[in-house]
């Protein structure tokens, strides 16, 4: 009996360093993947269009999750988060052009300008909180707009501000001209802003940034100031949105009016629900979906923006947690029932879902190719296969119909292969309760 207690105690013993280590994958493999999506494509692919939709991408999650600050870690729905990146880009470019700055540096001093304008709007916004302070960053990002407009000295007018990034001071031999070397330092920044944003986010202080959005009159009891925090949020979210438009600059060199618009604000909005605000890098990956939108698929249909409505509506109806929280629970469920037992239930849920896809896409070409035509940029086709406009829309309406149809029937069956896993798992627990 002795010896049988030592050896169920020795393998109890090495069995407890598993858990740690699996903690421990399970924090290292998102930022894994994150070095993985930014550093190994370049090598593989060294096509231009590439670089310049992975600059995209990391200049986009830096933005998404400073916004993430605001948002998921305050409560705070900011309209007017695209100023602190455009005018922290602005004044990078007015110091790179006047000063010099070497431009490994212009990023932190990108962040700074944004962090000062955040002193100054953040005063003016955090003096309210919900609807009231959503509808203030509005009209200050109106304001921001208008300006830029209306001061064309310094914000550049129509042409912007455009910057030389080759004309910096030199680091060895990388003079940051060719698009690779430029690539290079933008992601070295996003990996450098997204753990410094991964720090922050476990500090006290935002901990206090979670007790405010939760329930900002017991905040207050226990002794914090809810607007004092709010506006350090605002002022560290915008130093951290001024560094990702300067990322911008960097890769496209010049800052125009646009960068402060309101169409970027609602951008980075969308990508963080996409992704999901509950989770740290939910918004990474809303960065990087929204890239694909505005980036791959623009390039292949003009109704990329009605593509992007569409799923940002599929995710917020059918995961308001967005895809990280998707992917959490799916997680969860696959270690609870197993693949075996879940295996049905998911193959016919992607079957729905392509088929579903092709249905929309067929419908959506065809109309866009009939109203703009084909050689105004609308070419009608789905999955880069052309399809002939001369068909009848009798036949496409049917192609739809059937597609649809099976689509249907396909989530009917993931329905019933859910339902039978459930079943399976609620007599398993009722055996086991019973013995």
């Known amino acids: 009996m002795r010896k049988v207690a030592r050896a169920s105690g020795a393998s109890e013993s090495s069995a407890l360093p598993a858990a740690p280590s699996r903690a421990i994958w399970r924090g290292l493999a998102p930022w894994l993947a994150l070095v993985g999506f930014l550093a190994v494509p370049p090598f593989v692919w060294p096509q231009s269009w590439l ?10 999650i830096v933005f998404a999750l400073s916004y993430n600050l605001l948002l998921g870690e305050t ?88 910057i030389d990034r080759a004309s910096g001071a030199r680091l060895g031999n990388w003079s940051f001209g060719p698009a690779r070397e430029a690539y290079a330092l933008i992601a070295l920044w996003c990996l450098l802003a997204s753990a410094a944003m991964l720090a922050l986010s476990r500090t006290p202080f935002m901990r206090l940034a979670n007790a405010v959005r939760d329930n900002p009159a017991r905040a207050a009891a226990i002794g914090c100031y809810p607007r004092r925090i709010r506006y350090g ?9 001024g560094i990702a438009g300067t990322l911008g600059l960097i890769n496209i060199e010049l800052v125009s009016t646009e960068s402060v618009g309101m169409m970027r604000s609602g951008a980075v909005l969308i990508a963080t629900v996409i992704g999901g605000t509950a989770a740290f890098f939910g918004p990474v990956a809303g960065a990087i979906v929204l890239t694909f ?11 990329w923006l009605f593509y992007l409505g569409l799923f940002f509506v599929v995710v917020v109806v059918a995961s308001p ?11 969860a469920r696959l270690a609870t029932h197993g693949w075996r037992r879940c295996r049905a239930a998911y193959l016919w849920g992607v079957a729905a879902a392509l088929l579903w896809s092709a249905a929309v896409m067929l419908a959506v070409q065809w109309a866009y190719a009939a109203q703009f035509g084909v050689d105004d940029g609308a070419g009608f086709n789905v999955a880069g296969l052309p399809l002939p406009m001369a068909a009848s829309p009798v036949w496409f309406g049917v192609a739809v119909f059937m597609l649809a149809a ?15 896993v459930d079943v399976r798992s609620s007599s398993t627990q009722t055996a086991g309760s019973s013995q």
């Open 233 to 241: 949020v605002v002022v560290l979210s915008a130093f951290f949105a």
């Open 321 to 331: 947690d967005g895809l990280a929280g998707f992917v959490e629970r799916h997680a």
């Open 75 to 162: 409560g705070l729905l900011s309209f007017g988060h695209a100023g602190y990146a455009g005018l922290g880009a602005l004044v990078a470019a007015q110091v790179f052009n006047r000063i010099g700055v070497p431009l490994v540096l212009l990023p932190l001093v990108g962040g700074l300008g944004g962090a000062l304008c955040g002193v100054l709007f953040g005063f003016i916004a955090t003096r309210r909180a919900g609807t009231a302070f959503a509808m203030i960053t509005l009209g200050l990002g109106e304001l921001v707009v208008a300006a830029a407009w209306a001061l064309p000295d310094w914000f550049g007018g129509e042409a912007g501000v455009a």
């Open 406 to 420: 099976l689509g249907a029937l396909a989530a009917r069956y993931t329905s019933r292969a859910r339902a039978r």
């Open 293 to 303: 939108f505005s980036a791959a698929v623009a390039s292949v249909t003009r109704a």
């Open 51 to 60: 670089l310049a939709y992975l600059a995209q991408s990391a200049t986009m």
